[in-house]
């Protein structure tokens, strides 16, 4: 059987950032995310009848550098035993870029990869499945506003506010499109081993995803705002004081932030969050979504804005 799945990238407000345990891949501290809905990716799988190597084709093109985790994540699924894949992925915006591309490949595949192999899972397997390959997949797998408790065994997941429950808006400012030189696992790692801020930033955690669960239950636009960029800019403290210097951002990553700064002294109902990358997600209400989008267009060094409300979590598309 051939199956077709689509997953959206996730965007943290409270980061996931450093594992605690490495084999399962589970996170240290607990996040919050907003799944987005026009930016995606597509993954199609499909088994063979006989032994054989994997295959993987990225918007057309064979990603031989890709293939390993996508190969470890199908033998999670299927087991080492089985039949080699034939996978086929499409996105929409840029790749290992710091907007959550691996989060989104994951969620598509396990769903993809468990239907062509005749099992039909439940969200929470499958989110566990897509956590052990992207710490980050499991929150795409669940639509709208989501939380993830990083719990003492395993991870839980559920949806806080579906994308028509608090329909917030996401305007992503594309300062590169470029891979990162440092990638997320790689980072986590280097800070958990080396920064002095590291133990307080998972000490603190609690505090402030309490803060955001509490805004958006209560919808306080205010609120989340406040703990969000709090959030954000403490995770990237943790990275300026690893050893090397852990620094994605560039010179238009701080022109977009003060941007947001200069909307938000304008009274504009906006707040920015950065994850791994150089790239600026600022969040809105949706009356304020085209203003937010103008002003980015405008600010020096950007080369594209894509914009998104939140959406639904990781789909099948169709078998045959």
């Known amino acids: 059987m051939r199956a077709t799945s689509q997953a959206q990238p996730n965007i943290a407000l409270i980061k996931y950032w450093g594992k605690r345990e490495a084999r399962q891949n589970l996170p240290e501290v607990g996040s919050l995310s907003l799944t987005l809905d026009t930016l995606w990716t597509r993954m199609a ?7 054989g190597e994997d295959r993987l084709l990225v918007n057309g093109a064979p990603a031989a550098s890709m293939l390993p985790r996508i190969s470890a994540c199908l033998d999670e699924i299927a087991g080492e035993g ?37 099992r ?9 499945l897509a956590g052990r390959a992207s710490g980050s997949a499991a929150r795409s797998m669940y639509p709208g506003i989501v939380e993830l408790e990083a719990g003492a065994r395993d991870i839980a997941l559920r949806t806080l506010a579906g ?11 594309i300062t590169a499109t470029h891979a990162k030189a440092v990638s997320s696992g790689t980072a986590m790692t280097i800070s958990k081993q080396t920064s002095p801020f590291y133990a307080s930033w998972v000490a603190r955690q609690g505090d402030d995803l309490a803060v955001a669960r509490r805004a958006v239950l ?28 852990i620094v994605y951002w560039s010179a238009a990553t701080i022109a977009c932030m003060q941007t947001v700064r200069a909307l938000q002294d304008d009274g504009v109902p906006v707040f920015f969050t950065i994850d791994a990358g150089p790239q600026l997600k600022a969040v809105s209400l949706p009356e304020a979504a085209d203003t937010v989008a103008d002003a980015l267009r405008r ?6 804005v894509m914009c998104s409300p939140l959406g639904p979590g990781a789909r099948l598309l169709g078998t045959a």
Request: proline content about 5%; overall charge negative.
């Open 45 to 51: 799988v499909e088994f063979d009848e006989r032994p």
């Open 82 to 118: 089985r039949a080699a894949a034939a996978v086929t992925s499409e996105c929409n915006f840029p790749i290992a870029a710091g907007l959550a591309s691996s989060a989104a490949a994951f969620a598509a595949l396990v769903m993809a990869a468990s239907k062509a192999n005749g």
């Open 120 to 128: 039909s899972l439940e969200a929470a397997t499958l989110a566990r």
């Open 163 to 173: 994308p028509d429950d608090w329909p917030l808006s996401v305007t992503v400012a």
């Open 218 to 245: 209560e919808r306080d636009f205010a609120a989340l705002a406040g703990v969000a960029e709090h959030n954000c800019l403490k995770m990237h403290s943790v990275m300026w004081t690893s050893r090397p210097a």
């Open 299 to 304: 600010t020096t060094g950007v080369v594209d």
